[in-house]
């Protein structure tokens, strides 16, 4: 899907974002791939503070995916029980746990073929590990970085997969990683879903659908 007329220029988009989020990165704490694939998994429909409240204490339970595959599903369940829709999230690391042993000798994958082939990974927690743990190209696209994208004219999508779509085709593959980290905090500090702060937006000049 082509963006439309009046899209904000994105060589303007890019320097503001630099400028304003040099230091944007993944909120979820993490010290190695695994750890954040799990955080990832955690995170649907729960804040990342809450995530990361959580995960120290489990990791020490269970630090990697052969003692995660071996835990009970009750165990599981009351260690994650805080992040919400605990039964389902406590399922998806043991399956996704057991899957990385069986099929990966218990590492993480770096190919986006191989990461959503696990049970539970959609493109964008496949993306988030590509981006933020093996420096590979990645574009996640959440709420924060499709709403902001829309606003702006790069796309007019709403599905997650065709938005990526259309800002693999505006953002340089270079900058795909850091365009969509710091896209979304602008969303999340600014560009918010309620009622945009356009007044303390460096983009407003360009924004095509500023208020909306």
């Known amino acids: 899907m082509k963006t439309g007329k009046g899209a904000a220029p994105v060589k303007e988009v890019l320097a503001f974002l630099a400028k304003a989020y040099p230091g944007a990165r993944i909120l979820l704490d993490h010290r190695n791939p695994y750890e954040l694939l799990v955080a990832t998994v955690l995170a649907a429909q729960c ?60 590492h993480v994958p770096q190919t986006m073929e191989e990461l959503t082939a696990l049970p539970g990974v959609g493109r964008k927690t496949a993306s988030i590990l590509l981006g933020a743990c093996f420096g590979v190209p990645a574009l996640p696209v959440d709420t924060h970085v499709g709403r902001v994208a829309f606003r702006l004219g790069l796309t007019a999508a709403k599905d997650p997969t065709r938005i990526e779509e259309d800002l693999a085709r505006e953002i340089p593959r270079g900058k795909w990683w850091e365009f969509a980290t710091r896209l979304g905090w602008h969303g999340r500090q600014v560009c918010v879903a309620r009622k945009p702060r356009c007044p303390e937006c460096g983009l407003t000049t360009v924004c095509p659908k500023r208020g909306v």
């Open 47 to 106: 804040t990342d503070e809450r995530v990361n409240s959580v995960t120290p204490a489990l990791f020490r339970s269970w630090p990697d995916p052969a003692a995660f595959a071996k835990a009970s599903q009750g165990e599981l369940e009351h260690a994650v029980r805080s992040t919400g829709f605990y039964r389902n999230k406590a399922k998806a690391v043991r399956d996704l746990s057991a899957a990385l042993v069986e099929r990966h000798q218990g």
